[in-house]
């Protein structure tokens, strides 16, 4: 079946830690991205990659990096200079061009203990 | 830049029944693409209709419809016949034409449906 999953489901850290954030798909889609969800609240953009090797940062992206080796994935690694990292992340992929849409995967919960 | 409102953070409807949920965006962009998505408890967000701004027809899916006006900026969703499987969170988004543009949510709107 074709998807995008994100590992793990849940995630704790503890302060001053690093963690990385899964998001794989196989949809042959060119584009990824990563949006933050704090309770009650829509979804901000952290960061998004339209190719392999390119990436481009999004309105919150400080705290954050990403990387994009290959067209499947696209981990984000939340930082210890992210200062308020507990929320609920969300990566999406589309194809890449005109009237793309954006498909969601499950999500992960990252709690800061 | 682009901004998302939805004024509604709450609404219910019975089963059965028909609701709107309100959404209205700025932009001084003339082609865009308009979308409402849904994410129940499980929080996986779910694509519910989407709307280019170059047409002029309503975009319809089965029981969701959109009342799109360009001019007023407003894109409206429309669920008949309600059913307890549409308890949700919605959202509103936009997007630019250009080719991989970021989607702007708005804050969303929270459903509930009565039995």
């Known amino acids: 079946d074709g998807g995008i999953t994100q590992s793990p489901k849940y995630l704790f850290r503890k302060e001053g830690q690093n963690v990385t954030l899964s998001c794989e798909q196989n949809?042959?889609?060119?584009?990824m991205y990563w949006y933050r969800q704090d309770p009650g609240q829509g979804l901000r953009l952290i960061y998004y990659?339209?190719?392999?090797?390119?990436?481009q940062k999004g309105d919150i992206a400080e705290g954050y990096s990403v990387s994009r080796e290959k067209k499947e994935s696209f981990p984000l690694t939340v930082t210890s200079a992210q200062k308020n990292p507990t929320a609920f992340y969300l990566c999406?992929?589309?194809?890449?061009?005109?009237?793309?849409?954006?498909?969601f995967g499950p999500g992960t919960r990252l709690t800061v203990l | 830049a682009q901004t998302v409102t939805q004024s509604q953070p709450e609404m219910s409807v019975q089963e059965a029944e028909t609701v709107t949920l309100s959404c209205t965006y700025d932009?001084?962009?003339?082609?865009?693409?308009l979308f409402w998505y849904k994410q129940p408890p499980s929080r996986q967000m779910i694509l519910v209709i989407r709307q280019e701004a170059y047409k002029q027809q309503n975009a319809t899916e089965n029981r969701f419809s959109v009342n799109f006006q360009k001019a007023a900026k407003s894109f409206s969703l429309k669920i008949s016949d309600s059913q307890l499987g549409d308890a949700a969170m919605y959202f509103c988004a936009y997007r630019k034409e250009t080719s991989g543009s970021r989607l702007t949510f708005g804050e969303g709107t929270q459903l509930t449906v009565n039995p």
């Open positions: 990659s339209q190719i392999v090797n390119d990436f």
């Open positions: 949809l042959n889609h060119d584009a």
């Open positions: 932009t001084s962009e003339s082609d865009y693409y």
């Open positions: 999406a992929s589309s194809i890449r061009g005109k009237g793309d849409t954006q498909y």
